[in-house]
């Protein structure tokens, strides 16, 4: 099947830096999405990007499906941004696939 | 307005008895979504609705487990016959269409399963 895997594990941040988390992908996928789940356990579905490049507010988000990778960008990081990101891809066949996630800790 | 609603919020069972874990989505949401997450670990999932019909169960983690979904709304997730590897975090969540539209889902707070 599918494999997913994020890069890095874990990562340690001052306020105001950047980041970017990176999503591999071994299969084509028809769908990808990037998930953040905050220190209290709350899901929230961030970005539905299977490619191109989509923006909110300070995250981003980029896929490039030819190649097979996703990245997610976080500018000027606050406190708030920490918890643990998910990526998750739809191969077609009506359910997602979850990569390890990369867990951040915004230090204030 | 509402968002999803998961029940019970908190579950403790003994190994063996069978258990019912119910989502309420947000009204009129034709998509509806399991995800099962073990303690510190990743996500998992688990079972896809559109409307009442569930077009993949081969993610459901053994036939102990089973889901329904009736009038496009609440669903239950069953567990029969309780193992501690089923006591994780149950997450639902619900999207306003279907899977393939890459809708933006809106989680539950989760059920807490804790099997003795």
């Known amino acids: 099947g599918i494999q997913v895997e994020q890069s890095p594990p874990d990562l340690i941040l001052q306020e105001g830096a950047n980041s970017t988390l990176r999503c591999n992908f071994s299969d084509s996928v028809n769908n990808l999405q990037w998930f953040h789940q905050n220190p209290w356990g709350q899901l929230i579905n961030l970005f539905y990007i299977p490619s191109g490049t989509k923006q909110n507010g300070r995250l981003s988000a980029t896929t490039v499906a030819t190649e097979r990778y996703s990245l997610l960008y976080i500018s000027s990081s606050q406190t708030t941004d920490s918890g643990v990101y998910f990526c998750a891809v739809d191969p077609g066949t009506y359910k997602y696939i979850f990569g390890t996630g990369t867990r951040l800790k915004v230090l204030a | 307005g509402a968002g999803v609603s998961q029940s019970p919020s908190n579950k403790v069972t003994e190994k063996g008895k069978d258990v019912e874990l119910r989502c309420d989505p947000i009204?009129?949401?034709?998509?509806l979504y399991w995800y099962r997450q073990s303690l510190g670990q990743g996500l998992e999932f688990l079972i896809y609705?559109?409307?009442?019909?569930?077009?993949?169960k081969s993610g459901l983690p053994s036939d102990r487990f089973s889901a329904e979904r009736t009038g496009g709304s609440v669903s239950t997730l069953t567990i029969q016959r309780t193992q501690q590897e089923d006591s994780a975090v149950y997450l639902c969540a619900s999207s306003p269409y279907s899977l393939a539209s890459g809708e933006t889902q809106y989680f539950g707070p989760g059920t807490r399963l804790l099997v003795l």
């Open positions: 009204s009129g949401h034709t998509a």
């Open positions: 609705f559109q409307g009442n019909s569930a077009p993949d």
